[in-house]
């Protein structure tokens, strides 16, 4: 795959009206800080906000030249109008009306409409990359159909790599093993908070020759601040109390060694050989201006790490900035 992500992109979710909703001006304004941190790839989806955020993204990066950065959205989920539900919101976490509603669809068939009906809500002539979307209830049309009807696209030059995204790490790992992806996309099981892709997922990667993308470094939110509390969301709901006193200890640690909870996540999700790009979404300009400040620093220190270890708050084998702890 030659393909330059970057060490960070931008997940766009929160394009689409994630938990609450961001006006248009502060859409395009996140997208603008991005490209003036130097972030060039971008990741959306038609599920976020039932197309919104691909609207917003699209709409946003026509002020850029195409060639100058790398887009990928999704397909499993095509969108279908829904007027009856114009008049309530959406049940999946996004903040926008319930005017279209989501299906299933991983035929060959269906993963051709959905891009086709993803540019044309971009309103661009192509994305770079295609990833299938949280395939794990539908894994036989996701093997039989979707998987191929992908690899023909690239064959064709219709897009230039292929993927999956997920949250499950075994999910991934199959396609990793048994199919010819470029990419996979590992969201909230490859942080500091957790790291059962670890086993298994990461070294097929590196065997393969696959880029890992991790997305959900901050587990949804719970690791976004220096002082995780219980208003923070985890796994887009609430955080259960021990998942949660994890994240204080974790935090606690990194404030007494001068980093805070942030800023370590992201330095060590980056760290390990297998990941090329850390995707983080944003609010607002202020939240990309921090993550890209964070993620370009220097690392926190080596001594941070070994303390993790032995506190049994990080896995011993887990690679870090600098190496193992």
Known sequence: MELTLGALGLGCAQLGNLYREVD??????????AWDAGVRYFDTAPHYGLGLSERRLGAALRAYP??????????????????????RRDTEGFAV?????????????????????????????????????????????????????????????VVRAIG?????WDVLHRFARDTDVDLVMIAGRYTLLEQPALDELLPECERRGVRAVVAGVFNS?????????????????????????????????????GTSLPAAALAFAAAH????????????????????????????????????????????DAPVPGGTP
């Open 273 to 316: 050989p297998a990941v090329t790009s850390v995707v983080v979404g944003a609010q607002d300009p202020d939240q990309v201006r921090r993550n890209a400040a964070l993620a370009a620093a220097e690392p926190p220190p080596k001594e941070l790490w070994a303390d993790l270890v032995a506190e049994g708050l990080l896995r011993p």
């Open 221 to 257: 939110g719970l690791l976004a601040e220096e002082r995780p509390h219980a208003g923070l969301p985890y796994e887009y709901g609430a955080a259960p109390p021990a998942v949660l006193d994890r994240a204080r200890a974790l935090a606690a640690t990194c404030a007494r060694h």
């Open 164 to 168: 999956v995204g997920s949250k499950r």
């Open 24 to 33: 248009d001006g502060t859409a395009a304004a996140t997208v603008a800080a």
């Open 97 to 157: 009306p319930a005017d279209h509603r989501r299906v299933w669809d991983l035929s060959a068939d269906g993963v051709r409409r959905s891009l086709d009906e993803s540019l044309a809500r971009l309103g661009l002539e192509r994305v770079d990359v295609v990833l299938l979307h949280d395939p794990e209830e539908h894994m036989a049309a996701a093997v039989a159909e979707a998987y191929p009807a992908l690899h023909e696209l690239r064959a064709q030059g």
């Open 66 to 87: 195409r060639a100058g950065y790398v887009l990928s959205t999704k397909v499993g989920r095509r969108l279908e109008p829904d007027p009856a539900g114009a008049g």
